[in-house]
């Protein structure tokens, strides 16, 4: 009986997402100015996330019931939570349309069984972000100028993370990634400069040197993970400060 109640509460195993679940949305409702309704859309938006894990699982295995159940569980939380917030602020609707797309790319790559394949993870990143737009969006009452840089900047972070962690993990013997993670970092750098945004190259920089520094390098698993948390939390610190 223990067991299977332990079977209908998964936690996804992505320990990256994480931060991309938190960062963008706390960017958004910090920019675009806390209101309570931050509350249930946050809880309704982790209840998703946690409800799309176990979703994907069941498509790929063979234990479609057993994950269907964590399905179930996150996704009536969820759907609670959500209708909340599109009561008080119909138009969130509008962010979860835009989603579905992107999520069908997750699907069909989780059926093809290639749930690291890098448009995969691009589509992931995309999803997030635009959860960091419907944040600002409840705060602001309107999409401005401001939240596309937010989110911009969160999708070019993260994007850069995925570059940096197939070298050192699933491609660390691939020279085409070790140029691709350098050259897209380089050109982070660079592009920030030419279009005017000098200063938010600061939130980049620690992800710039352990591209280069540490590739080629043997991680655990384990510090990779965590140095990729502190990097996350860098990142979120400096974008709060170059926002103030």
């Known amino acids: 009986m223990k067991d299977q109640q332990k079977q209908k509460w998964i936690i996804p195993k992505q320990h990256g997402a994480w931060a991309m679940l938190a960062i963008p949305f ?47 569980c996150y996704m009536a939380i969820a759907a609670a939570l959500l209708a909340i917030c599109l009561w008080h602020a119909p138009s969130l ?16 790559y989780t059926k093809r069984k290639q749930e690291r394949a890098f448009w995969n993870d691009v589509a992931a990143i995309a999803v997030f972000c635009i959860g960091g737009l419907a944040s600002f969006y409840i705060g602001r009452g309107a999409l401005t100028v401001q939240a596309l ?29 070790k140029w691709l993670s350098w050259g ?3 050109l982070l750098i660079i592009g920030l400069v030419a279009i005017g945004y000098p200063l938010f190259v600061l939130a980049y920089v620690p992800s710039v040197v352990r591209a280069v520094y540490l ?10 993970g965590i140095l990729e948390v502190a990097n996350a939390i860098y990142f979120f610190i400096a974008m709060v400060v170059l926002y103030s």
């Open 26 to 72: 706390l960017l958004g409702a910090y920019a675009g100015g806390f209101a309570w309704l931050h509350l249930p859309l946050f809880l309704g938006w982790l209840f998703l996330y946690l409800a799309t894990y176990p979703l994907l699982m069941a498509i790929k295995s063979k234990r479609k019931q057993e994950y269907m159940k964590s399905f179930y």
């Open 93 to 108: 609707f509008y962010f979860g349309v835009v989603m579905v797309p992107l999520f069908l790319v997750n699907i069909y």
């Open 149 to 177: 840089e937010l989110v911009i900047f969160c999708f070019l972070f993260f994007l850069g993370s995925t570059f940096y962690v197939k070298t050192m993990i699933r491609e660390k013997k691939n020279p085409i990634y």
């Open 184 to 186: 897209y970092h380089g």
């Open 215 to 224: 590739y080629g390098k043997s991680l655990p698993i384990m510090k990779l």
